[in-house]
DNA sequence: CGAATGTTTGATCCTTGTCAACTGCTGTGG
DNA sequence: CCACAGCAGTTGACAAGGATCAAACATTCG
C-alpha cells in the first residue's frame, strides 16, 4: 500500500515550523493506512481497545460521548485536519465514539508507534502536546458556551465557531460553509433540545443574522453574530504556537 | 535558591516511568522557582503574555474564563499536583484566569524553556502530551455534565470527581476531603445559579448522601452519590497511560 | 405508494433563574 | 465592648427559558 501522506492533516496540524524529510519520512512510517467510512458509521474510540489515531482527511463527523440513560453529548464537530484518538486512551468510564455525518475519508495511525515518534522527533512530539492543548482550550470554550450563554448565543457561538474553521478552507469571497449534520446534532453539542434548536436557528433566520439550511451554512450579519455570541468581532482561531 | 523539586507534582505528573537521574536534573533546570500566594490572588494567566508554567504544590485554587458581560465558568478547581498554563498559551479572545482559593504554593517554570526540555527528555514530552490528553479528558466529562445532566446530578457528578482526586491523597479511611470553595465557585463550575445550587446542597444533606460544609466534603452514602452522578460505582481516575 | 428520516410549529409543563430578605460569622474601628 | 459593615450561606416567592409532548410537513428511498 502507498502510505505517502502529503495531504496528511498530521502534517497541516504540525505545520508550525518546516517539515524536513527525515520528519516526513518518519510520519509515513507511523501511518498506517487510510480508511473510508460511510455516513452513520461510528468510529470506534472506546476504551483502551482501539489501539489507532486517525486524522480526517475529507468529510465531516462528530465526536460524543453517551450517558446510561440514552442522553448523548456531542464534544465537537470533526473538520478535515482534524486529529482524533488522543483522548482515547484516557477514556474507560463512559462510552466515547466518533461518527461519520458524511464520507469521511481518514489517515489511520498506529497508536503504539506514537511513542517511538516522539522519541524520533521530539519536535513534532511538542508539536503534538501544544495540538492537545488547543484542543483543550476549544473545550473550555464549549464548557463556557453550555454553563453561562443562552440558547440564541450558544446557537451564534457554534456557528462562529464553525465559520471561522471553515472559512480559510473556502474559496475567497464565499458565502457559505458546508456543515452536513442534523439539527439533533447541533442541540446535543449545545445542550438544548431538538425543538427549542430548532426554533432558535428560525430566530436567527428571520433575524437575517445566519442561516443555515440543506447542510450550508450561510451568515450575512457577521457582526450581529458574534454579538450575540458575546465574542469579539476580530475573533480568530489561534493556530500557531505562542511559545 | 534552591530549585531542588524533590516534592514537585511535576513529576508526579509524569511518573509513568520511573525518572532517572538525568531527568530530575533536567527538570529542576527547567524549574524557576516557587511561589506562594494568598487566597483571592489571581493567578496571571492572561493571553499569551504570561511565560509562565505552574504546578500546585499545596492549596486549592480555580481556573476559570470570564464572559464580557462578566458571567463567570470555572474550567476546573486546581489541586496539589495539578499542571496550569499549557492551554494559557494558545488562549488570546478570552479572559482566563486561576485565582487561589486558599493559601497555595505552586512550583513555577520557564515555558520558553518548554521546547529544549522536549527536546533533550522526548519521554517526558510525552507524558506532557499525555497529561494534557487527559486534561481534555475531564474536560468533556464536565461538557456532558454541563450539557446533558441535572442540577442534582450534576452537583452528584461535582462531588464523586472531588472525591475520586483527593481520597488517595488522604490517610486511610478518612471520612472527609478538603475542598475549600465558596457555594459559588461550584455554581459556577457547574452551570447553576447560586441560589439553586444552595437548595441542591441543601438536598444532598438531606438526602443523607453527601454534606459539604466549613470547606470540607463528606459522603455518606457512596453508591446513591455514583447513581444520581449516573456514574458506576467502581468509577476511578484513570492515572497511568495506556499505550 | 408507504416507510423512514429529518424539519417545523403549537401547547403545556417544569426545572432552574431571578429577586429579595434574613441569618450567622468575622473583622474593624470608635 | 459594642456597632456596623461585609461576606457567605439559607430560604421563600415568583418568573421565565427551555424541555416535553404531539402532530403536521417535506424529502428521500425502496
New binding site residues.
Given amino acids: 500500500m502507498n502510505v505517502s501522506c502529503h495531504a496528511c492533516p498530521i502534517r497541516k496540524l504540525s505545520l508550525f515550523k518546516p517539515m524536513r524529510d527525515g520528519d516526513v519520512a518518519a510520519m509515513d512510517r507511523f501511518k498506517t493506512g487510510e480508511l473510508r467510512i460511510d455516513p452513520g458509521t461510528p468510529l470506534l474510540l472506546e476504551g483502551s481497545g482501539s489501539a489507532q489515531l486517525f486524522t480526517c482527511l475529507s468529510g465531516q463527523g462528530v465526536r460524543h460521548k453517551t450517558l446510561p440513560d440514552g442522553n448523548r453529548q456531542v464534544l465537537n464537530f470533526i473538520f478535515p485536519g482534524d486529529f482524533i484518538g488522543l483522548q482515547a486512551a484516557v477514556m474507560d468510564e463512559m462510552q466515547h465514539s466518533a461518527e461519520a455525518s458524511t464520507d469521511m475519508v481518514l489517515c489511520v495511525f498506529d497508536r503504539s508507534a506514537l511513542y517511538d515518534f516522539f522519541r524520533q522527533h521530539p519536535e513534532r512530539g511538542f508539536d503534538l502536546t501544544w495540538a492537545a492543548a488547543l484542543e483543550e482550550h476549544f473545550l473550555g470554550d464549549a464548557l463556557v458556551t453550555l454553563g453561562q450563554r ?3 448565543e ?1 446557537v451564534a457561538w457554534a456557528f462562529v465557531r464553525v465559520w471561522l474553521r471553515l472559512a480559510p478552507m473556502m474559496p475567497d469571497g464565499a458565502r457559505a460553509v458546508p456543515f452536513p ?4 446534532d447541533l442541540a446535543d453539542a449545545l ?12 430566530r436567527l433566520r428571520s433575524m437575517q443574522v445566519a442561516a443555515w ?1 440543506d447542510g450550508e451554512l450561510t451568515i450575512s450579519d457577521w457582526d450581529r453574530l458574534c454579538d450575540l455570541a458575546q465574542l469579539p468581532r476580530d475573533t480568530s482561531l489561534p493556530l500557531r504556537p505562542l511559545f
Fill in positions: 443562552t440558547a440564541l450558544r449534520h442534523r439539527q439533533q445542550g438544548l433540545s431538538l425543538v427549542h434548536t430548532n426554533k432558535t436557528l428560525a439550511r
